[in-house]
């Protein structure tokens, strides 16, 4: 019993030198760092994206109560920055923006999708990535589609939760 406790305290100590190499070596406070600050710049072009292309179907609207729970742990700014980013997302008009604004959106998004592949790929040490040809293609398939299976799926899990057997669970 005491080899097996001796052993099992070598293991813990030797899991915690290597995750503090690993954590040192990998500069995972940089990595962390610099994806903020990407995905801080990067959030309403995605928006933006995202809300385009749920204008095309029409469903935007349905999404602005999602986007407030989600900012709710901001306290009582989370409604007045929701109401602000649905703001600007639906002053974007297409025909203004060009050719140019719209790739240049669209750019912005996909890099940033490529940021985290890449962290991610350093981090659990990979050796090369995606081409970019591969990138594009995965990356705006997502975007594009994304967005509208999130909000088929918030749909049907609020008409589920109208069901009457669904209720009658929740009861007992």
């Known amino acids: 019993m005491n080899k ?3 052993k099992i305290r070598t293991a813990i100590y030797q899991a915690t030198v290597v995750a503090n190499a690993r954590y040192r070596g990998d500069v995972l406070s940089l990595q962390a760092m610099g994806l ?3 995905t801080l710049l990067s959030l309403i072009p995605f928006l933006a994206v995202m809300f385009s292309v749920l204008k095309a179907f029409g ?3 349905g999404l602005e ?10 306290g009582n700014a989370a409604a007045e920055v929701t109401s602000s980013i649905i703001k600007f997302v639906e002053n974007i ?11 240049m959106l669209f750019y ?3 890099t940033l999708v490529a940021k985290i592949e890449d962290a991610l790929n350093q981090i659990w040490r990979l050796p090369h990535s995606r081409s970019w040809s591969q990138r594009v293609t995965a990356y705006l398939s997502v975007i594009l589609v994304g967005p509208v299976m999130v909000f088929t799926a918030l749909t049907l899990t609020a008409s589920a939760q ?11």
């Open 36 to 38: 903020t600050y990407s």
């Open 108 to 110: 912005t998004v996909v």
């Open 4 to 6: 097996l406790l001796t």
């Open 65 to 74: 109560p999602f986007l407030a729970q989600l900012l709710q742990p901001l």
């Open 93 to 103: 008009r297409i025909g203004i923006l060009g050719g140019a604004g719209m790739a």
């Open 162 to 172: 109208s069901f009457w057997l669904v209720e009658r669970l929740f009861v007992l």
């Open 59 to 61: 469903v935007q609207n």
